[in-house]
């Protein structure tokens, strides 16, 4: 990506008629450093230089919407992998423990997240992973966005994270989310106590031929998870985290609670009610219509 980032600024600076030293000049940086991006050598460029030159070009944002695929190429091997799958699953199951995950943060609380990181090095940084985070959410708005099932710890509700009006703002996000068909929201209580996936995130993909692979993440680790022993494994630990956590409908309920304010929390049933809730709404939006976006996926039987 940053060659071809790199061959799209010499192309657009030849049909300027500009000299590397010209483009430099115009861009606020010396003739070198544009030799560097178009070479693909040296530093990958900022998204401010990504801007300037954009301008400078008039290229109609190209090279600022090239950007983010070119920042990913800073991320370890495992991480591009799972970016890439993200990019073509049919569906996407995610446990979050601790903040909403990245697909659903509003710009503000992915700000207030990625700005807590204690290596981040400057206001330029942190614009720049927040532009990234958002560009990942494109997904969800295209024809063929896949099918997103959220299970959010009640932690997630409960912490503040930037101020309480950043709380708010991506409280009703998560709302309005749950209000597209495609996308299933849940909330996994305290009182449902320990479990196997506690201390994490995990993220389970379906892809178009029908395999799975699988993410665990916390603070500093990542890893990506493809042999199917494993990954069904996690699956497993999934299904168990959906049935556990309350039903779609009194989800949404907590959630409005602890956005007007109500910090006692949501009327949580019993956990023979839940259950029978639970099964009576899986049943009435099809878990099999989440486990391939088409139908049931070829090779795989839906779990109870």
Do not use: C
């Not at 896949?146 to 009006?165: M, N, T």
Request: charge should be positive; glycine fraction near 8%.
């Amino acid at each position: 990506m940053a060659a071809l980032f790199g061959a799209r600024v010499r192309r657009l600076r030849t049909a300027a008629g500009l000299t590397q030293a010209e483009l430099g000049a115009r861009t606020h940086v010396v003739s070198t450093r544009i030799t560097q991006i178009e070479r693909a050598s040296g530093a990958k460029p900022t998204l401010e230089l990504a801007r300037a030159l954009d301008a400078a070009l008039g290229a109609d944002n190209l090279l600022v919407e090239l950007w983010p695929y070119v920042y990913r190429e800073a991320f370890p091997d495992w991480s591009r992998a799972f970016m890439a799958y993200s990019e073509r699953a049919l569906s996407i199951r995610q446990y979050a423990a601790h903040v909403v995950p990245g697909l659903l943060q509003t710009e503000q609380y992915a700000r207030a997240v990625l700005s807590l990181d204690a290596l981040l090095a400057d206001e330029d940084q942190l614009e720049e992973r927040v532009v990234a985070r958002l560009g990942r959410q494109e997904r969800l708005r295209s024809p063929d966005r896949p099918e997103l099932w959220v299970i959010l710890d009640e932690a997630v509700l409960r912490r503040p994270i930037g101020s309480l009006a950043v709380m708010r703002e991506q409280l009703g996000e998560l709302l309005n989310a749950a209000a597209n068909r495609r996308t299933t929201v849940q909330v996994l209580p305290f009182d449902q106590g320990g479990h196997e996936a506690m201390g994490g995130s995990l993220t389970l993909l379906t892809l178009p031929d029908g395999s799975e692979a699988a993410y665990t993440e916390g603070s500093d680790y990542g890893r990506l998870i493809e042999e199917p022993t494993n990954v069904l494994r996690y699956t497993v630990i999934y299904d168990r985290l959906r049935a556990a956590a309350l039903p779609p409908l009194m989800s949404l309920d907590m959630i409005r609670s602890v956005m007007e304010g109500n910090h006692r929390g949501a009327n949580v049933p019993s956990r023979s009610e839940r259950r029978r809730l639970a099964q009576e709404q899986l049943q009435q939006s099809g878990w099999g219509r989440l486990r391939g976006g088409r139908g049931r996926a070829q090779g795989h039987r839906p779990r109870s």
